[in-house]
């Protein structure tokens, strides 16, 4: 069965530090990833994904994430962290082989520290 | 292009009533999905429809259920509701639908509460 972890439920960031949210995942076949943000009192917001090819993936609002394949894992990165970037952050795995349903991680709380 | 809606916005509700839940997706998505977020749950995944077809279902009792219009449009319903059920449902449209690598647009959700 394919699952997917966020291992830390909050972040702390300092504002204009580097940040990384941590997610792992477990699928049988090869996986399809996603990245969402959530702001308070609104739906997840896609960020961005891994199809397959070039491991490290750029998406909106300067973020980016990076595939690794033996160590399973999609971890969220930004060189320089915003108040503004404070939010949920959802990870999601989808197996590319299997006619099977999205996923989701329990969500990592981001705080970025002025 | 207008995003993903969901009517109501807010719900309240007593133990043992039911509840129908709407979304529209954006216009061309033929896929749409449900979801329950609570605080300690997360993110659970409740169920999809494609082409007015449900494609895969969640780990959920059967009081809740939905379904998919031919214009996309879809309902969630839940029965006999519990104190439990208190959360935000999230609905979810994509281009296609399981299998696809397409990114999932949410709506704003629906936030009930059952007293």
């Known amino acids: 069965a394919q699952s997917v972890a966020q291992p830390e439920d909050q972040v702390n960031v300092a504002e204009g530090n580097p940040l990384t949210v941590k997610c792992t995942y477990s699928?049988?076949?090869?996986?399809?990833l996603f990245w969402y943000v959530q702001y308070p009192n609104r739906g997840l917001q896609f960020l961005l994904k891994?199809?397959?090819?070039?491991?490290l993936v750029k998406g909106s609002y300067g973020f980016e994430a990076e595939f690794n394949k033996s160590q399973t894992s999609f971890h969220l990165k930004k060189p320089s962290a915003l108040v503004s970037d404070s939010a949920l952050y959802f990870c999601?795995?989808?197996?590319?082989?299997?006619?099977?349903?999205?996923?989701f991680g329990k969500g990592t709380r981001l705080h970025i520290l002025p | 292009k207008a995003g993903v809606t969901q009517t109501p916005r807010y719900l309240i509700k007593t133990r043992g009533q039911q509840v129908t839940l709407s979304c529209s997706p954006i216009?061309?998505?033929?896929?749409v999905s449900w979801y329950q977020q609570t605080p300690g749950q997360g993110l659970q995944f409740l169920f999809e429809?494609?082409?007015?077809?449900?494609?895969n279902k969640g780990n959920f009792p059967g009081r809740f259920s939905g379904r998919q219009f031919s214009n996309s449009r879809s309902e969630m319903n839940v029965s006999t509701l519990e104190l439990g059920d208190s959360a935000l449902y999230l609905c979810?449209?994509?281009?296609?639908?399981?299998?696809?690598?397409?990114?999932?647009?949410f709506g704003p959700g629906t936030r009930l509460t059952v007293l």
């Open positions: 979810a449209s994509s281009l296609e639908g399981a299998s696809s690598y397409n990114e999932q647009f």
């Open positions: 999601a795995v989808r197996d590319m082989r299997r006619d099977d349903k999205i996923i």
């Open positions: 699928v049988s076949g090869n996986p399809y």
């Open positions: 891994y199809i397959t090819g070039d491991n």
């Open positions: 429809y494609f082409s007015e077809t449900q494609r």
């Open positions: 216009s061309g998505h033929r896929s």
